[in-house]
């Protein structure tokens, strides 16, 4: 009886510590909109970046910060401001490619607009480009008055030497 106890304790603790997101309460949010995604930026602020960008004129400088420098800057996406705003994400440089983000998610509850996103690494026996990098990625959300939460969740390394 003891170790059938201890053995369901077991089970139901691995099955809870391994699930990659947590219950932020409230929903996913469905009407999230991925604007631009990459795994290269030249933001000129070192370090991980996260930000909500509520106007247009923001959104200009932001576009432009995390495409500096390259030839021709991509156009950058049209967002209406009354309805929606801009959230970034940007993860620090990394030493090589296969860097990337793996879960990314909107919850909303009550309270607030929670971001969660996770790491993608490359793992043992990958094969990456040998050139800094660093992911980011632009989204929209609706507006809102609730505040938001970014969180970050455990780092995810890929296995490719299976």
């Given at each position: 009886?003891?170790?059938?106890?201890?053995?369901?304790?077991?089970?139901?603790s691995l099955?809870?510590?391994?699930?990659?997101?947590?219950?932020?309460?409230?929903?996913?949010?469905?009407?999230?909109?991925?604007?631009?995604?990459?795994h290269?930026?030249?933001?000129?602020?070192?370090g991980?970046?996260?930000?909500?960008?509520?106007?247009?004129?923001?959104?200009?400088?932001?576009?432009?910060?995390?495409?500096?420098?390259?030839?021709?800057?991509?156009?950058?996406?049209?967002?209406?401001?009354e309805?929606?705003?801009?959230?970034?994400?940007?993860?620090e440089?990394?030493?090589?490619?296969?860097?990337?983000?793996?879960?990314?998610?909107?919850?909303?509850?009550?309270?607030?607009?929670?971001?969660?996103y996770?790491?993608?690494?490359?793992?043992?026996?990958?094969?990456?480009t040998?050139?800094?990098?660093?992911?980011?990625?632009?989204?929209?959300?609706?507006?809102?008055?609730?505040?938001?939460?970014?969180?970050?969740?455990?780092?995810?390394?890929?296995?490719?030497?299976e």
């Amino acid at each position: 009886m003891k170790f059938s106890v201890l053995f369901l304790v077991t089970i139901f603790s691995l099955g809870t510590a391994c699930s990659q997101i947590p219950d932020f309460g409230g929903a996913i949010m469905n009407s999230v909109e991925e604007l631009k995604s990459d795994h290269s930026s030249n933001y000129p602020v070192e370090g991980k970046i996260t930000k909500t960008v509520t106007s247009e004129q923001v959104f200009k400088m932001e576009w432009e910060k995390v495409h500096e420098g390259m030839s021709p800057i991509p156009e950058r996406p049209i967002v209406n401001f009354e309805e929606r705003f801009v959230i970034l994400v940007m993860l620090e440089t990394k030493p090589t490619g296969g860097f990337g983000f793996d879960e990314f998610r909107v919850h909303e509850n009550a309270d607030q607009y929670v971001v969660f996103y996770s790491e993608a690494h490359p793992g043992d026996g990958c094969f990456t480009t040998q050139a800094l990098t660093r992911p980011y990625k632009f989204i929209s959300v609706p507006n809102t008055d609730k505040e938001v939460e970014f969180v970050k969740g455990d780092t995810v390394f890929n296995h490719c030497n299976e």
